[in-house]
């Protein structure tokens, strides 16, 4: 099992920086595959970020590339979602998300960006 908690989610004027944090417990941090998903009101779930296990892989939505950057720090069993240049479009409740080794995927309860225009 792996437990996540997401904070850092706000309300932010267009055009602001936001840093979303996704603290993760139950399995070795390194083990798991991280991501970051969103979801509007009415709207599917969608893909945002993701890194690979070892931190060297990335991969991002082409909606958000170049304005987002995603991170981990082993040490703090944490990974990280910098936002910058915020557009009203953004806002949505973001997930953190973590795959484990055997293919189980987590979810956290999510956290609130709303970006102001």
């Known amino acids: 099992q792996v437990h996540l908690v997401e904070s850092g989610g706000g309300l932010v004027q267009a055009g602001g920086s936001l840093r979303l944090s996704c603290l993760a417990s139950g399995r070795t941090f390194s083990s798991i595959a991280l991501a970051w998903f969103r979801q509007s009101p009415g709207q599917e779930r969608e893909f945002v970020a993701v890194?690979?296990?070892?931190?060297?892989?990335?991969y991002y939505a082409d909606s958000v590339k170049g304005r987002f950057s995603v991170s981990r720090d082993n040490a703090k069993n944490t990974v990280y979602l910098q936002m910058d240049n915020l557009k009203p479009e953004d806002t949505a409740v973001y997930y953190c998300?973590?795959?484990?080794?055997?293919?189980?995927?987590?979810w956290g309860q999510g956290t609130q960006v709303t970006v102001s225009s």
């Open positions: 890194m690979s296990r070892s931190g060297s892989s990335t």
């Open positions: 998300n973590a795959e484990d080794p055997e293919g189980n995927d987590y």
